[in-house]
């Protein structure tokens, strides 16, 4: 099953979000895992904003939501590396990002996640993190992540 969050982060930080899901159980980790993949990009976002507000060029980025950085409130454990290889792709994501939620584990994978998400930029997937939902945490176990290069033979 697949549901789509959008984000679009315009001049200023405006924000548009949508979101259609199933049963209350279903809906609230489909709801935990969209506000990961937010915070996590938020987090990034907010990294790249400091870098250029110390460069002297504050008005040139826009504002993040600050109450959504703290990725931490939705996993129990994070892989290694993920946050780094997310830095890597501040500059897309500070213009425009997309997520996308699936209940189910990754096709190329062993079935363990609960769920995983697809990270958009510019309408590219980028990056996609497993998540296996722990129920008496009521948080998100990180499994794994991978990068997905951008098409631009297309």
Not at 65 to 88: F, H, P, Q
Request: charged share 30%; net charge negative; hydrophobic share 35%.
């Amino acid at each position: 099953m697949k549901f789509t969050i959008i984000y679009r982060m315009i001049l200023f930080g405006m924000g548009i979000g949508l979101i259609s899901c199933g049963n209350a159980d279903s809906k609230h980790q489909h709801e935990l895992a969209s506000y990961l993949g937010e915070a996590l990009c938020e987090t990034v976002i907010e990294s790249y904003r400091e870098d250029i507000i110390a460069q002297g060029g504050g008005g040139l980025v826009p504002a993040t939501n600050i109450d959504k950085v703290n990725a931490s409130r939705y996993y129990v454990t994070i892989e290694d590396g993920l946050m780094e290889e997310l830095m890597e792709l501040q500059l897309e994501l500070w213009q425009d990002y997309e997520i996308e939620v699936y209940e189910r584990d990754n096709d190329k994978e062993n079935g363990k996640a609960s769920h995983f998400i697809i990270i958009k930029s510019k309408g590219e997937e980028r990056f996609g993190i497993r998540l296996k939902y722990d129920k008496d945490a009521d948080k998100f176990h990180i499994l794994g992540y991978w990068t997905i290069e951008p098409n631009f033979l297309e």
